[in-house]
C-alpha cells in the first residue's frame, strides 16, 4: 500500500492544522514541502485544486484542513475524535473551528507577513527552512517579483493588515471570555478540532516552541513583530494557544 502524502508549504498554519491532527492520529505520512508560489504544480499534480494542505492517500485526495480532519476523524474512536458525536456540542466545536478558519488563520497570516517581506535575508531564512533547494534558489534569484506577489495575494497593504490585527485581537478577546469560566478546552471537556484550529492558525502570533521549526523561533524576529507576539502570549487566549502546544 503506497504511503500517504501530506502536500505543504510547510510553515503553513493550516498545513500545521492537519499535520497536528496526523500526528495525533498516529497516522504515518510522507510530508512533500513546497515554497509559496511554487506550491501550484505539485498540487495540481497531486489532484488537488490551489490550495495546500492536500493529503494524498491510497484511496483519494483530500483538499482543505477542515476536511482532512474529517477524514481522519471517520478513523479514530468516538472517544479521540476531533468532532464529538453528541450534536450540540459538535456544533459548538464546528462554529469556534469555522470562526478560526474564515477569521484568525487568514488573519495572522497576512500580520504574520507584514513582517517577514520586508526583509529579504530574513525572509530568505524563514521561507527557505524546509524548502526543495532548486525552489529556494529560484526564490532567491526572484524575490523582488515572489515578494509582490505573495504580498499582493495575501493583500499586505497597512489597510489590510491593520484589519487583520483587530481580528486577531476580536478573536482573542472571544477565546478569552469563553475561557474566563476555567474550562480547559473551548467546547466540552476534551480536546477538540476547536483547539486544534485555534492553536495551529494562532501560531504564527504567537509563535511556540512546537512551531519554530516550521517558521522560527522569536529571536529570529523583528523587534515590532517579537513585541506584539509577546503581547498576545500574556492574553488568556494566547496562553491557551501555547499551553495546547506544550500539550501536543
Ligand atoms: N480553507 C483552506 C485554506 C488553506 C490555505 O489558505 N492555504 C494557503 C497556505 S496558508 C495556500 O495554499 N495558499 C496558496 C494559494 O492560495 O495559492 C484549508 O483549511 O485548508
Redesign the pocket.
Known amino acids: 500500500m503506497s504511503r500517504r502524502r501530506l502536500v505543504t508549504?510547510p510553515f503553513?498554519?493550516?498545513c500545521e492544522k492537519a499535520r497536528w491532527a496526523l500526528d495525533r492520529a498516529g497516522m504515518s505520512y510522507d510530508e512533500e514541502m513546497h515554497l509559496?508560489v511554487f506550491?501550484?504544480l505539485p498540487v495540481r499534480r497531486a489532484g488537488g485544486t490551489?490550495?495546500?494542505?492536500v493529503l494524498v492517500t491510497p484511496h483519494g485526495v483530500i483538499e482543505?484542513?477542515?476536511r482532512i480532519l474529517e477524514w481522519i476523524d471517520a478513523m479514530l474512536p468516538e472517544e479521540r475524535r476531533l468532532f464529538p458525536h453528541e450534536a450540540s456540542l459538535r456544533a459548538e466545536v464546528c462554529r469556534w473551528e469555522e470562526r478560526f478558519?474564515r477569521d484568525l488563520?487568514p488573519a495572522t497570516?497576512r500580520w504574520g507577513y507584514s513582517y517577514i517581506l520586508t526583509d529579504r535575508t530574513r525572509a530568505l531564512a524563514i521561507l527557505g527552512r524546509h524548502a526543495p533547494a532548486w525552489e529556494f534558489a529560484a526564490l532567491k534569484l526572484a524575490w523582488p517579483a515572489a515578494r509582490a506577489l505573495i504580498g499582493r495575494?495575501l493583500g499586505v497593504s497597512p489597510e489590510g493588515v491593520a484589519r487583520s490585527f483587530a481580528k486577531v485581537n476580536a478573536v482573542f478577546d472571544d477565546v478569552g471570555a469563553a475561557l474566563a469560566d476555567g474550562r480547559r478546552y473551548l467546547a466540552g471537556d476534551r480536546f477538540t478540532a476547536a483547539d486544534l484550529a485555534f492553536a495551529s492558525l494562532a501560531a504564527p502570533a504567537l509563535l511556540p516552541d512546537g512551531y519554530a521549526k516550521w517558521i522560527g523561533g522569536l529571536d529570529e524576529m523583528p523587534p515590532a513583530m517579537r513585541a506584539q507576539v509577546e503581547a498576545w502570549r500574556a492574553t488568556p487566549a494566547g496562553q491557551f494557544g501555547v499551553r495546547l502546544y506544550d500539550e501536543r
Open positions: 508549504i503553513s498554519h493550516y509559496p506550491h501550484s490551489r490550495m495546500v494542505p482543505d484542513s477542515t478558519d488563520g497570516r495575494g
